[in-house]
């Protein structure tokens, strides 16, 4: 048992000369190393809160871009409300949405206001077959619609 311990002893002060020596040829110190370690401890602690507060500043500034668009929102309505209090603006809508009318007027409601020109009247045969029809159906089609035609 004590064998062992004096074996386990010897390793650690050989590994310890060895790390020491190492140091020193690199031009390490101790003092250098504990500054190292103490700085990556502060790193390591310090970086999940720095990580949080950047999370927190991006929903800060995403919350407040949303207020500012409702605010926005909210005096758009807000005009819109007041626009309502002007009678003649009410029955501006009255006449453009449910064509109301004042007494003794007539209101008149033109249905297909698409203009017709000459040359639509005029349409041609192979337009007024049906599509997808093998070559030679549409062929008969147009040879009897223009039998009909004339």
């Not at 453009?96 to 698409?114: C, K």
């Not at 030679?136 to 009897?144: D, G």
């Amino acid at each position: 048992m004590a064998r062992r311990r004096f074996f386990a002893a010897g390793l650690i002060s050989s590994s310890k000369k060895s790390i020491q020596s190492g140091l020193k040829k690199r031009g390490l110190s101790n003092r250098a190393l504990i500054v190292g370690i103490v700085l990556f401890v502060v790193a390591i602690t310090l970086a999940p809160p720095i990580q949080h507060y950047f999370t927190q500043r991006a929903q800060i500034n995403s919350l407040k871009t949303q207020i500012s668009d409702n605010q926005a929102m909210l005096d758009k309505a807000a005009a819109e409300l007041a626009q309502w209090d002007d009678p003649e603006y009410v029955a501006s809508q009255a006449r453009a949405r449910l064509h109301f009318v004042f007494p003794g007027e007539r209101q008149y409601i033109v249905v297909g206001n698409d203009e017709i020109t000459g040359d639509d009247q005029q349409t041609k045969i192979s337009g007024q077959l049906p599509v997808g029809l093998p070559w030679y159906s549409r062929l008969i089609s147009s040879i009897t619609s223009t039998n009909v035609n004339n």
